[in-house]
């Protein structure tokens, strides 16, 4: 369907449309001296949704940003560690940084839809930048596709051509999902996607996330424990002692981790204690 996109090695190592494994290897992560992770391991199994959770500061999102190679945009960042895809190193230097982000979308907290780009524009944003050539027709299947994908057709289909900031936040953040969906994903990070959603915008991301199962790796940030236990296959609790760099206490079947977690912390934690 697309043209290969221009300037870049061949074949794509990363080249798909399935879910793809995500594994990282005793990453850890600095912000000048300040070691912010330690030696993060973590298998994200294709086609899973894991969920990551722990108290603010702990690195989430740090560790979110490392699995798409935002983290090394920020001067004072450094990294250990690797990141597979599907077994293939997304840091190997003989990479290029786009292919790892055509592969790994991401969704954040404050939807950042372009405001004064249409809908239809907007959903179909993230090709050029993921060198992705498309048809006047590919493009309108791709919108018509991503925007269901999002649960966020019905609701936009009669406005296509008008502003993306004229929706409410959470029609923002479901065409930031359908942006992200439209260059075909193998992973999908979510960091506090709803946070600062209504509840009714809420439910429909999770009907979104429930129905990219297996299809998508999805791996999200949340606050919301009730929301890992109904959206995630697996769990991961990250921590911080004071002054510490965060690390994974616990991980495992999210149904476990909830029921019978083996760590008192995230007894604690998953129970509100702190
Ligand atoms: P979380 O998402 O779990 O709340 P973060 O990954 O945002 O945690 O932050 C982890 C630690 O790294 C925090 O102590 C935070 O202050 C620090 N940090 C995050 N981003 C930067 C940055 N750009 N520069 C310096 N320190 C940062
Ligand atoms: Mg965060």
Same mark, same amino acid.
């Given at each position: 369907?697309?043209?290969?996109? *221009?300037?870049?090695?061949?074949?794509?190592?990363?080249?798909? +449309?399935?879910? @793809? *494994?995500?594994?990282?290897? @005793?990453? +850890?992560?600095?912000?000048?001296?300040?070691?912010?992770?330690?030696?993060?391991?973590?298998?994200? *199994?294709?086609?899973?949704?894991?969920?990551?959770?722990?108290?603010? #500061?702990?690195?989430?999102?740090?560790?979110?940003?490392?699995? =798409?190679?935002?983290? /090394?945009?920020?001067?004072?960042?450094?990294?250990?560690?690797?990141?597979?895809?599907?077994?293939?190193?997304?840091?190997?230097?003989?990479?290029?940084?786009?292919?790892?982000? !055509?592969?790994?979308?991401?969704?954040?907290?404050?939807?950042?839809?372009?405001?004064?780009?249409?809908?239809?524009?907007?959903?179909?944003? #993230?090709?050029?930048?993921?060198?992705?050539?498309?048809? !006047?027709?590919?493009?309108?299947?791709?919108?018509?596709?991503?925007? !269901?994908?999002?649960?966020?057709?019905? /609701?936009?289909?009669?406005?296509?051509?008008?502003?993306?900031?004229?929706?409410?936040?959470?029609?923002?953040?479901?065409?930031?999902?359908?942006?992200?969906?439209?260059?075909?994903?193998?992973?999908?990070?979510?960091?506090?996607?709803? +946070?600062?959603?209504?509840?009714?915008?809420? !439910?429909?991301? *999770?009907?979104?996330?429930?129905?990219?199962?297996?299809?998508?790796?999805?791996?999200?940030? &949340?606050? =919301?424990?009730?929301?890992?236990?109904?959206?995630?296959?697996?769990?991961?609790?990250?921590?911080?002692?004071? =002054?510490?760099?965060?690390?994974?206490?616990?991980?495992?079947? &999210?149904?476990?981790?909830?029921?019978?977690?083996?760590?008192?912390? &995230?007894?604690?934690?998953?129970?509100?204690?702190?």
């Amino acid at each position: 369907m697309f043209d290969p996109p *221009e300037g870049e090695g061949f074949p794509d190592p990363f080249a798909g +449309s399935e879910a @793809a *494994e995500l594994d990282a290897k @005793a990453v +850890s992560a600095w912000f000048g001296e300040r070691k912010v992770l330690d030696r993060v391991s973590l298998t994200m *199994e294709a086609g899973q949704v894991t969920a990551l959770i722990g108290p603010s #500061g702990c690195g989430k999102s740090t560790f979110l940003r490392i699995l =798409n190679r935002m983290h /090394e945009m920020v001067p004072t960042a450094s990294l250990a560690g690797q990141v597979l895809l599907d077994g293939a190193d997304i840091y190997d230097p003989g990479r290029r940084v786009t292919l790892a982000r !055509r592969n790994i979308g991401m969704v954040f907290q404050k939807a950042n839809p372009f405001p004064a780009m249409s809908i239809y524009e907007n959903t179909v944003a #993230g090709l050029k930048l993921a060198g992705i050539k498309a048809s !006047r027709l590919e493009k309108d299947f791709l919108v018509e596709d991503s925007l !269901r994908k999002a649960s966020l057709w019905d /609701e936009v289909k009669d406005r296509l051509h008008q502003p993306g900031g004229g929706l409410s936040g959470g029609q923002q953040q479901r065409l930031c999902i359908a942006r992200s969906l439209a260059v075909s994903p193998r992973v999908l990070l979510m960091d506090e996607p709803c +946070s600062a959603l209504d509840p009714t915008s809420t !439910r429909r991301v *999770e009907e979104t996330i429930a129905s990219l199962r297996g299809l998508v790796t999805i791996v999200i940030v &949340t606050h =919301n424990m009730q929301q890992a236990a109904r959206i995630s296959d697996t769990c991961a609790f990250f921590l911080a002692a004071h =002054n510490a760099p965060g690390a994974i206490v616990e991980h495992g079947p &999210t149904d476990a981790m909830f029921q019978y977690p083996q760590d008192q912390r &995230t007894s604690d934690y998953v129970n509100g204690r702190f």
